[in-house]
């Protein structure tokens, strides 16, 4: 498959033109060139994304962009125009009685309630989830996370409710669906593997 050496100018304004409904985040995006045929996209509110330019593919990661910026930002555009938050949403999770119970602890150390807990790692394990599924095989991510979440099923099952932003539930809606796992599942991989990730650290 043969490449293309882009034009960043160009390709800046095609990309600002595709997010010309979010005009003011549009304004901060940049596009610079990593090597031959591959370039990366970056906006304020949004972050980065590695995109391989061929002759192929150019218009579909074109495409892809522009959904992925709608699809993070909506909720967030709505938020700073109107000066408020959006709400919270609540999914239930069914999840290893270990895991809630070394959140918990967590949350003790740092003196706060579970439920920040829940919704700090969820935030940050959809952002991994997805930048995984960008870059790896579906299979191969869902094997790992699930794998990882039966770790802490020692003990049995136990559910929580846990509230997460609009936004990022509106994203585990989408992955859910698209992926065919069911929402509780989405969030529990999420918020796992983002625990597994920090204690690790």
């Known amino acids: 498959m043969s490449t293309i050496s882009p034009d960043i100018a160009t ?6 033109d595709r ?8 304004k901060t ?20 994304r590695e ?8 218009d579909v990661e074109l495409a892809r962009f522009a959904d992925l910026l709608h ?14 938050k959006q709400p919270a949403k609540t999914i239930g999770v069914w999840a290893g009685a ?3 119970s070394a959140l918990e602890q967590r949350a003790t150390a740092e003196r706060v309630k579970p439920a920040q807990i829940y919704r700090d790692l ?30 802490f099923v020692g003990a049995g099952k136990a559910q929580k409710m846990v509230r997460i932003d609009k936004n990022f539930y509106n994203r585990a ?22 625990f597994d990730q920090q204690i690790r650290r």
């Open 98 to 100: 270990d895991l809630w």
């Open 122 to 151: 969820m935030k940050h394990g959809v952002q991994q989830l997805d930048a995984r599924l960008d870059k790896e095989s579906s299979n191969k991510v869902f094997a790992e996370m699930s794998a990882l979440l039966d770790s």
């Open 51 to 58: 995109v391989s330019l061929t002759k192929i593919d150019m």
């Open 71 to 84: 699809q993070k930002v909506a909720a967030h555009v709505l938020e700073l125009r109107s000066g408020t």
């Open 19 to 26: 997010a010309q409904e979010l005009a003011h985040i549009a």
């Open 173 to 194: 809606v989408f992955i859910a669906k698209e992926f065919g796992r069911s929402l509780s599942e989405i969030t529990g991989m999420c918020i796992v593997c983002a």
């Open 29 to 48: 995006l940049r596009v610079t060139e990593v090597n031959a045929g591959k370039v990366l996209i970056t906006a304020q509110g949004v972050g980065s």
């Open 11 to 16: 390709l800046e304004k095609s990309f600002r």
